[in-house]
Nanobody, 129 residues
Framework: QLQLEESGGGLVQFGGSLTLSCAAS????????IGWFRQAPGKEREGLSE?????????????EYADSVKGRFTISADNAKNTVYLQMDSLKPEDSAIYYC?????????????????WGSGTQVTVSS
């Protein structure tokens, strides 16, 4: 079974940068698309439906960004390391959230949380003003 682990979260000042990593273990993600989602502070108990899709990438290199992060965030993948990255620049306080990566079998990703079968446990990002 595919397992995912996020890392790279932390506290950063307004306008700063962070790079999140999503490492896929157990199986290579060659036949999967990987998405990044975030869940605002205080909404953790409201479940998956409160997770906002912000970007995804497939093994073929197709990708997409939410309007809220377009031009500031960059998703990329290192196939040899089975790792997907989310470079986050020009961070704002409203970017503060728990960030999750998720995987779905197939060559197309989605911003919809319900498309994904596998989830990591999340990494906290806090942007101070």
């Amino acid at each position: 079974q595919l397992q995912l682990e996020e890392s790279g979260g932390g506290l950063v000042q307004f306008g700063g940068s962070l790079t999140l990593s999503c490492a896929a273990s157990t199986l290579p993600w060659a036949n999967y698309a990987i998405g990044w989602f975030r869940q605002a502070p205080g909404k953790e108990r409201e479940g998956l439906s409160e997770r906002e899709g912000i970007s995804w990438i497939s093994n073929s290199g197709r990708l997409e960004y939410a309007d809220s992060v377009k031009g500031r965030f960059t998703i990329s993948a290192d196939n040899a390391k089975n790792t997907v990255y989310l470079q986050m620049d020009s961070l704002k306080p409203e970017d503060s959230a728990i960030y999750y990566c998720a995987a779905r079998r197939g060559t197309i990703g989605s911003m919809q949380w319900s498309w994904y079968s596998y989830w990591g446990s999340g990494t906290q990002v806090t942007v101070s003003s």
